[in-house]
């Protein structure tokens, strides 16, 4: 059975920075056809795709937030940690972590129960 | 960058077909997926590569992309597929090496 779980602070203050862990089990984070995805959804709002990171350490980031953001993985761990600087009120939000299959293109085919993040001092 | 708009929002009555659609220049170019998120919970794959099924979703979800639009089709809707639904599809520049995941805006289904 696969699952991911979130863990983190739930409160964090304007300017910290956040570091948000991503645990698995079911698969490994070494399989070429897997890899793991953070997303965020605001309160009342849309999905957010956030970063990637796959098991030959290939990463890519939003656009937007990429100067913000750094991804990686401790696979003895089963682990993926994602920090985010310079935290703002607007980054409140549920942040998720996501498995990706791979295969010709790529689809997040399980979610954690994602971990709500809220900004404020 | 890229872009994919869907429509904030739609009703449909119950045993009815119910079109999602999620539009993006040249979108038939690129796979297309759909989640399916209730309230208060964490999304789940309804369609990957355009038009397949996960196991366990229900044939009544089908999906389609031609153009720049792609479509999530709910035939027979039933109460229980009031949800959001968000497509996403995955876009690669010139300035990025892998690709990089963008969501749509979702839309919210009414049953009733």
Known sequence: QVTLKESGPVLVKPTETLTLTCTVS???LTNARMGVSWIRQPPGKALEWLANIF????KSYSTSLKSRLTISKDTSKSQ???TMTNMDPMDTATYYCARIRTFSSNWFDSWGQGTLVTVSS | SYEVTQPPSLSVSPGQTASITCSGTKLSEKFVCWYQQMPGQSPILVIYQDDKRPSG?????SASNSGNTA???ISGTQAVDEADYYCQAWDRT??????IAIFGGGTKLTVL
């Open chain 1, 26 to 28: 079911g698969f490994s």
């Open chain 1, 55 to 58: 098991s030959n350490d290939e």
């Open chain 1, 80 to 82: 993926v940690v994602l």
């Open chain 2, 57 to 61: 979703i229900p044939e009544r979800f």
């Open chain 2, 71 to 73: 479509t999530l089709t």
């Open chain 2, 94 to 99: 010139n300035r990025t090496i892998t690709a």
